[in-house]
């Protein structure tokens, strides 16, 4: 090619990133590279090649982590721990703002070798991975500087084991390792084993700004040595980003290991185009949705749900700018789309699509003449896609977007929601009524309106149902690495120790309390009853036996009040309130019965009826001021972070404080929109049952609050079961949050659980803001701006 | 006046596209008319980043955007000695030594037009004779566009009558600040009519309307009345030729030819003044219109301080070593 060829083709010349420093690296360290821990490198040891996409050469050699290297690295990050986290905030903030100077001056590096190792295109790399990477750090060592006058009443949560995936190596790697280390954690960090080398190299960044030793481990290996990580006894925290598959694997590793976790896992996200969208602005939201990364984003608006009535234009647009789309190699500067992580992604990718055109779907891709040797796939749309297809229910995690149209904004949100994922979603139409109504009803952790894909340090970000639980970024992804100093008080919960029972109790007409499901009392569906024994031996009457029959019917009837969570906070905290008067009314009544099964003195009684009143008014209180923030990404717009309900909630009262153990774990989530199944305390439930003549006459809507008696063991494991359950609350024994844990991985529900350590109800810290927090998940909704 | 108004009679010119006759005015395309600033301004900001062009790419490109450059002169003290020094540039924009070592010696490489005022248009045409440069005039009360209208149809005929073979007019920017779509469409459509054989270039002073929506309109508007090219600005407001501007404004050109197969040409005026930016509104044209929005017949830049930097962008990859601006002929 010369200038005058150019002159008449107008064509763009391949423009090559210059990757000599990066070679150079990889050359000092002649391509094998060790685990770091402890402040330093180990031998390089057995293990495994990394790979070039874009050429399928081999970058370098790193060792596998094996179980020898994961306790040698977590030894030192816990032996490290108790000093970072005795740092001020302010050293911890030096700290963290010298890795972000440092990962800003050796940017270029960083983004030339996550570009060889990875096969993105450099653009994105240096412009949006490595510079967001380094944000997060300024962010956080924000937080670190804030975090006494933030944080009161919260520890770090100690030592963290944190598995990340290839598709962002270096971006995930910030989001993990920042706010850890910011809030006084220290950490064992795997990189993916497609995608070690940014993490490798950013870890003798860490070591070149004076992090201490200990303080960032990274050991390298397959899945094998992240199950280690997870699975290791000596760390506090698992925070995982990947697959849904390995995320149940890991929720059920960690079950009642008393280890915190969080999950951010995949994704089928929605991509709405309304009939009054900006259509070209839509089209390039594709863009920046699907081929964005390859697809190979966990957050990627691969549903595309667009409007009956513009779908056809919409699509002739898409498929036009589809055909302007480049492909390449990853240093080259004039591509939008580089290389497939490897060729089996790719392989399983052709064979998703392969399958949905067999199945009747109609294929759009841009003819491609990559080069040789990469694992390339062209940007690929599947219009008119059988619903029933695997490619438009299941992740491809790649180029692929899936699309299907709607008539009503309500049948888009129905097509939206009907997932099980609910990661991200994408909303395009220029009228703010309806693009702000579709926002709200969308089940999604992240909304973009009229954007898609844009990220910030600064705004919590993570899934709903089974694309995960945890945020990260902002205010709501640090408590995700910082516990409350008053559960650490918490000692083992002592069984209650049933008296024997003498006989009926001769002064009460015999009663037999019923399950209250659906507003109403119902009889147990296996028609058992169990007596309820007095402190003293006395039968105080029969309770019912639930089974998996009666949860089942308690769930469907608070699956049908799903309408609580759209009445208006001013009316759930009259409710509230509504249930603390007719509670108080009864209050000699209640606290008799107090007195009755547990044997406590009448004043401890009556102070625990008038705490439980007090409750139900505080939670009644928060109902209308448990509000979101508005985040301020460095854009222009606002970014708004609001706590939703999750949904149903089971909850397994505790034993202790039979009244103000069940109002303080089932208000809360009354307050916040949630329906309830409670199960109540096992050993004295009648606390509970006389409740239904309370919520009978505070206008509480028939299924918002369903409570059933039996064995905790056996209704927990069943609620955990349910998928139709979105939250268990288990404050029982700690085989119960094991239960509990481990088979809450069908729809990988969020657990909340005190590990059989029982909390003491009559204090501050059990209301308030830790359990509102337990009870929401953060919804954030990105609304660029401007005229 | 009524808007459906007998239109000039399609010429095809030498370069084989037709001339934009029109169509009836259509108030439900301009209603229909959604433009998001902030995915606009998005989309503008990462193109740079996508397509990098360097090398002997980058001399060519640099060669294609002196093609479409109007050169430009439009000040209050322009003279006839000024005007015929810039025609003597437009013919000969870059060294040919340059042009020689990047090859170029047997491409006829001069500026895609000289744009004056009307005072010069007839000293431009002298000047330019025998070039092939075509002379654009400024007209209908330019900037402002607030003369009479009759004055400004009797400007148009003055400056074509003096062999002006485009007329870069401005629109009354109150008729789209009012939404008065009806008085544009008339408006536009009788400066087409009196242009004649000459091509009509519609400015819409962007920086004035200051909003897309406002942009995307007034372009629809202008090209169903006849506008044979849509142009950014006239130099002269606050803000002038911006990306999110032209991305805005080479969609609508879109839309209008996948409408009626037509080929409506874009300029982008002020603010285009450095080499690097001139590459990226060449990407814009390639990426958002395709291969033929990228000659001069399609495509022209309104600049006077770009050609400088152009020359010596070129003298720099000719030489290693970077330039200056005495280096080269003064324009």
């Known amino acids: 090619m010369t200038v005058a060829s150019f002159f008449d083709s107008m064509d763009y010349a391949p423009s090559t990133e210059d990757d000599t420093s990066a070679r150079q690296w990889l050359a000092a360290h002649e391509g094998r590279f060790g685990h770091f821990i402890g402040g330093s490198f180990t031998a390089p040891a057995d293990g495994f090649d990394t790979q070039e996409p874009a050429t399928g050469k081999r970058l370098a050699t790193v060792s596998q982590g094996r179980a020898q290297d994961v306790d040698s690295a977590i030894a030192a990050a816990r032996k490290a721990q108790k000093s970072w986290a005795a740092l001020p905030g302010h050293e911890r903030a030096l700290k963290l703002y010298a890795l972000a100077r ?54 770090p949560v100690g030592v963290i084991g944190q598995v990340i995936p290839w598709n962002f190596p270096f971006l995930m790697l910030a989001w993990k390792v920042a706010p850890a280390l910011a809030l006084g954690n220290t950490v064992v960090l795997k990189p993916a084993e497609a995608t070690p080398l940014t993490a490798l190299l950013f870890a003798e960044l860490a070591q070149a700004a004076g992090l201490p030793d200990g303080v960032l481990n990274i050991v390298t290996g397959d899945g094998e040595t992240g199950a280690l990580i997870a699975a290791n006894e000596g760390i506090d925290k698992v925070a995982f980003t990947g697959s849904t598959e390995v995320g149940r694997k890991i929720r059920e590793a960690t079950a009642g290991s008393g280890k915190s976790l969080t999950l951010e896992l995949g994704g089928k996200s929605p991509f709405i185009v309304c009939d009054d969208a900006d259509l070209d602005a839509a089209v390039e939201g594709v863009v920046d949705a ?339 923030v508005v985040h301020m990404p460095p854009m222009r717009g606002l970014a708004l972070a609001v706590p939703e309900a999750i949904g149903v909630a089971g909850v397994i009262c505790p034993e202790e ?23 109540a305390s096992e050993a004295h439930p009648l606390s509970a049952t006389d409740f239904y003549q309370v919520l009978e006459t505070s206008d509480v809507p028939a299924g918002v609050f369903n409570i059933v008696t039996g064995s905790a063991e056996t209704l927990g494991a069943e609620l955990a079961k349910h998928n139709g359950v979105d939250t268990v609350w288990a404050f029982g024994s700690r085989q119960l949050s094991e239960t509990v844990e481990r088979l809450s991985t069908g729809n990988l529900k969020r657990v909340f659980t005190d590990y059989g350590r029982a909390w003491d109800w009559t204090t501050p810290e059990a209301e308030g803001a830790l359990f509102l927090r337990q009870a929401t998940q953060v919804k954030n909704i990105w609304v660029p701006y401007g005229e | 006046m009524s808007q459906t108004a007998a239109l000039p009679e399609v010429t095809a010119p030498a370069e084989g596209h037709a001339r934009n006759p029109g169509l009836p005015l259509d108030l439900s395309l301009v209603e229909s008319v959604r433009v998001n600033t902030s995915a606009s301004e998005r989309r503008a900001a990462a193109l740079p980043g996508r397509r990098a062009v360097k090398g002997d790419a980058q001399s060519a490109w640099l ?126 459509h009788e400066y087409r009519a009196a242009c004649g054989d000459a091509h009509v270039k519609a400015i819409l002073a962007t920086g004035d309307l200051k909003t897309l929506r406002n942009v995307a309109k007034a372009s629809l508007v202008c090209m169903m009345a006849g506008a044979d090219f849509i142009k950014t600005s006239t130099g002269k407001e606050g803000v002038n030729a911006t990306l999110p501007v032209s991305l805005t404004m080479v969609r609508a050109i879109r839309q209008y030819q996948e409408m ?39 495509f022209r830049i309104g600049a006077s301080s770009l050609l400088g930097d152009i020359e010596r962008q070129l003298e720099h990859r000719v030489t290693g070593a970077y330039s200056a601006a005495r280096r080269h002929p003064i324009g």
């Open chain 1, 102 to 155: 440092i990962i800003q001056r050796n940017a270029r590096i960083l983004s030339v070798v996550e570009a060889l190792d990875n096969g993105k295109p450099i653009r994105e790399a240096r412009d949006i991975d490595i510079p967001l990477a380094a944000r997060h750090f300024y962010h956080h060592a924000g937080w670190a500087q804030l975090q006494d006058s933030e944080f009161p009443g919260y520890d």
């Open chain 1, 290 to 628: 699907m081929w964005f990364n390859q697809g190979q984003v966990c957050c990627a608006g691969s549903r595309l749900i667009v409007q009956e009535g513009v779908a056809e234009d919409f699509h002739a647009r898409l498929a036009a700018r589809m055909k302007t789309l480049r492909i390449g190699a990853s240093l080259d500067k004039t591509i939008d789309m580089g290389a497939i992580i490897d060729s089996t992604q790719r392989d399983r990718i052709a064979g998703m699509v392969d399958r949905a055109v067999a199945a009747g779907a109609t294929l759009v891709q841009a003819e491609m003449s990559p080069p040789e040797g990469g694992s390339y796939y062209p940007p690929t749309v599947l219009q008119n896609i059988p619903a029933t297809c695997e490619a438009a229910t299941e992740e491809i995690f790649g180029p692929v977007a899936v699309s299907m149209t709607f008539r009503t904004p309500a049948e888009a949100i129905q097509l939206a929601n009907h997932s099980r994922y609910g990661l991200a979603a994408s909303i395009w139409s220029e009228n703010v009524n309806l693009a702000l109504d579709l926002a709200a009803k969308v089940q999604a952790g992240i909304v973009w309106v009229n954007c898609t894909n844009v990220m910030d340090a600064g705004v919590g970000f993570g899934g709903v149902k089974e694309s995960g639980f945890g945020r990260e970024g902002g205010r709501e992804g640090c408590f995700d690495y910082l516990k409350p100093r008053a559960f650490a008080k918490a000692t083992e919960r002592k069984p209650a120790q049933a008296a024997k029972a003498k006989g009926f109790a001769l002064d009460t007409v015999d009663r037999t309390a019923k399950f209250y499901i659906g507003g109403k009392q119902a009889r147990p569906d296996g028609g058992h009853a169990q007596p309820v024994v007095g402190d003293k031996g006395e039968v105080l009457g029969e309770v019912g036996v639930g089974n998996r029959k009666d949860i089942r019917n308690a769930v469907e009837a608070a699956t049908g009040a799903a309408s609580w969570g759209s009445k208006t906070q001013h009316n759930r905290a009259q409710i509230l309130y509504y249930m603390g008067e007719n509670l108080s009314a009864r209050a000699e009544e209640f606290a008799d019965r107090l007195r009755a099964q547990t044997g406590v003195k009448s004043d401890k009684a009556r102070a625990e009826v008038a705490a439980a009143v007090s409750r139900l008014f505080s939670y009644g209180a928060w109902a209308d001021k448990y509000e979101g």
């Open chain 1, 657 to 679: 404080s039979p009244l103000l153990g069940f109002i303080s774990t089932t208000a809360p989530l009354i307050a916040t929109g949630n329906r309830v199944v409670a199960v």
């Open chain 2, 63 to 188: 060669l294609k955007a002196v093609t479409c450059i109007d050169l430009t002169t439009l000040n209050g003290d322009d003279t006839e000695g000024r005007v015929r020094r810039l025609c003597a540039k437009a013919i000969q924009p870059v060294r040919p030594d340059l042009l020689a070592a990047l090859g170029m010696q047997d491409h006829r490489i001069t500026t895609g037009a000289i744009c004056v005022y009307h005072r010069f248009v007839a000293t431009a045409v002298d000047a330019l004779q025998g070039s092939g440069i075509p002379v654009a005039a400024v007209s209908t009360g330019f900037p402002a566009g607030l003369s009479p209208h009759a004055t400004k149809l009797a400007e148009i005929e003055a400056s074509v009558k003096d062999g002006a073979e485009e007329i870069d007019i401005v629109i009354t920017r109150e008729h789209v600040l009012t939404g008065n779509w009806q008085a544009l469409y008339d408006e536009m």
């Open chain 2, 260 to 298: 009626t197969g037509i080929k409506v040409g874009y300029k982008p005026a002020g603010g285009v003044s450095k080499a690097k930016d001139v590459l990226t509104y060449l990407a814009l044209m390639k990426e958002e219109l395709g291969h033929d929005w990228l000659q001069p017949d399609l």
